[in-house]
């Protein structure tokens, strides 16, 4: 018997261009008729748009699995799929277990009614009982910050307090499954944080969740693995950091090959990509050792540098220095060079951290490079899990423990 959670089978999903998915009445069956004569003609093959094509997965229970991919991929419509909202054109999806879905702010929620009223109906339609909602009521309350505007219509409330109010309710009543999209974004940074503390809290609780996200970070942080999806099929689908490492250097790359708007070879300092020195096969942007690194930046000089300085630094996703040198330039001609550092060992921990880079070409200095993809520490953390505790080394530490001298022992 399979342990999945989520059994997905060759779903696709088409739409027709120009139309509409919904429910039609007779009136608009007939105008519909009355009017195709009228209508530019579009080749069948010109009017489809396949939004899924053939997308098979599987997630077992408790896993917490990111989406990712570029906007337009298919992320969200498969969300919708796996939530009932949308249905297939061709394969299936078999969801065991009670779902909780944050789609869209909002979703699921009646604007006419109050925040109290749709907490409870929220309950409802996941199928618990009055009593049961009645004790997570106060924890969903203080969780969304939004105690004032508790009896107030819905239709008043932000987008931002929207979605607070709905994360809390679908994180605190409990569902099997949780569906994620991009709607953490809507929230400020201190939410974010709030919130992805409580999905993996709520993963430890041996739920599943499946989470989309454009945050690299955030995946990072929440996920166990991740799958790609590209054009509507799965172009990757493994751990996480191996999919988001070989998703940012795609992306990097077409960045680094687009043209420049006037298809003229910049005439500025050009920094075009790092990479970790490694053997053949592994990543070039995972550090996954506490042993020595060495990595090289490519830059590409339009024209010589007499005397000049490169800056690099380290920093973390808070935007904290985390390693910083300067290096003279002197006598470079025009051309590309690369930039290798080795460094004795580099034990931060586990997560992303970016490259920050410019050169003074005796004038003025290049605007800041700030790398992609990141670089991904991805060892095994040492130090306490929980983010009070965290610090900024995960430098493995031998430990003794001896015996300097007995205790006295009390007179009786």
């Keep these: 018997m399979t342990d999945s959670v989520i059994s997905v089978q060759g779903i696709s999903k088409r739409y027709r261009v120009?139309?509409?998915?919904?429910?039609?009445?007779?009136?608009?069956?007939?105008?519909?008729?009355?009017?195709?004569?009228?209508?530019?003609?579009?080749?069948?093959?010109?009017?489809?748009?396949?939004?899924?094509?053939?997308?098979?997965?599987?997630?077992?229970?408790?896993?917490?699995?990111?989406?990712?991919?570029r906007n337009g991929a298919g992320k969200s419509t498969l969300l919708k799929v796996l939530a009932r909202i949308t249905k297939p054109s061709q394969g299936w999806a078999e969801v065991r277990g009670r779902v909780g879905s944050l789609l869209e702010v909002g979703t699921g929620f009646h604007p006419e009614l109050t925040g109290r009223e749709n907490v409870f109906l929220s309950g409802a339609v996941l199928g618990m009982k009055?009593?049961?909602?009645?004790?997570k009521f106060d924890e969903i309350v203080a969780f969304a910050e939004v105690e004032r505007?508790?009896?107030?219509?819905?239709?008043?409330?932000?987008?931002?307090?929207?979605?607070?109010?709905?994360?809390?309710?679908?994180?605190?009543?409990?569902?099997?499954?949780?569906?994620?999209?991009?709607?953490?974004?809507?929230?400020?940074?201190?939410?974010?944080?709030?919130?992805?503390?409580?999905?993996?809290?709520?993963?430890?609780?041996?739920?599943?969740?499946?989470?989309?996200?454009?945050?690299?970070?955030q995946i990072r942080r929440l996920c166990e693995r991740a799958i790609w999806i590209d054009h509507?099929?799965?172009?990757?689908?493994?751990?996480?950091?191996?999919?988001?490492?070989?998703?940012?250097?795609?992306?990097?790359?077409?960045v680094l090959e687009a043209?420049?708007?006037?298809?003229?070879?910049?005439?500025?300092?050009?920094?075009?990509?790092?990479?970790?020195?490694?053997?053949?096969?592994?990543?070039?942007?995972?550090?996954?050792?506490?042993?020595?690194?060495?990595?090289?930046i490519l830059i590409r000089l339009p024209k010589p540098i007499p005397k000049g300085l490169y800056n690099i630094l380290l920093v973390d996703d808070q935007g904290r220095i985390m390693w910083h040198a300067n290096f003279e330039l002197s006598s470079m001609e025009a051309g590309t060079f690369e930039c290798r550092h080795r460094l004795p060992t580099l034990p931060l921990k586990p997560g992303a951290y970016r490259w920050k880079a410019g050169v003074y070409d005796g004038h003025r200095w290049t605007d800041s490079w700030w790398a992609v993809p990141e670089l991904v520490i991805g060892t095994k953390p040492i130090t306490n899990t929980a983010d009070e505790f965290q610090g900024t080394l995960n430098l493995p530490c031998e430990t003794?423990?001896?015996?300097?001298?007995?205790?006295?022992k009390p007179a009786p």
Excluded at 276 to 290: A, C, I, M, N, T
Excluded at 400 to 408: C, M, T, V, W
């Design 149 to 217: 505007f508790l009896d107030t219509p819905l239709k008043h409330y932000s987008s931002g307090m929207q979605m607070r109010l709905a994360f809390a309710v679908a994180a605190h009543l409990e569902p099997e499954i949780l569906l994620v999209d991009e709607v953490l974004a809507v929230g400020d940074t201190e939410f974010q944080k709030k919130c992805l503390g409580k999905m993996s809290e709520v993963s430890q609780g041996g739920r599943t969740i499946l989470f989309v996200s454009h945050q690299m970070s």
């Design 18 to 69: 120009g139309e509409r998915e919904r429910y039609l009445a007779l009136r608009d069956v007939i105008a519909r008729a009355m009017a195709a004569p009228f209508r530019k003609r579009q080749s069948r093959e010109e009017s489809i748009l396949w939004a899924l094509r053939d997308v098979s997965f599987e997630i077992k229970e408790g896993e917490v699995v990111g989406l990712i991919g």
């Design 259 to 296: 043209p420049s708007k006037n298809g003229s070879v910049s005439r500025d300092v050009a920094f075009m990509g790092w990479e970790l020195l490694v053997e053949d096969g592994q990543s070039k942007h995972v550090l996954d050792h506490f042993g020595p690194v060495s990595f090289r």
């Design 232 to 254: 509507g099929s799965v172009k990757m689908n493994a751990d996480a950091l191996g999919v988001i490492s070989a998703y940012e250097t795609i992306v990097a790359r077409q």
């Design 130 to 135: 009055k009593v049961e909602i009645r004790k």
């Design 400 to 408: 003794e423990i001896r015996e300097l001298e007995k205790a006295s």
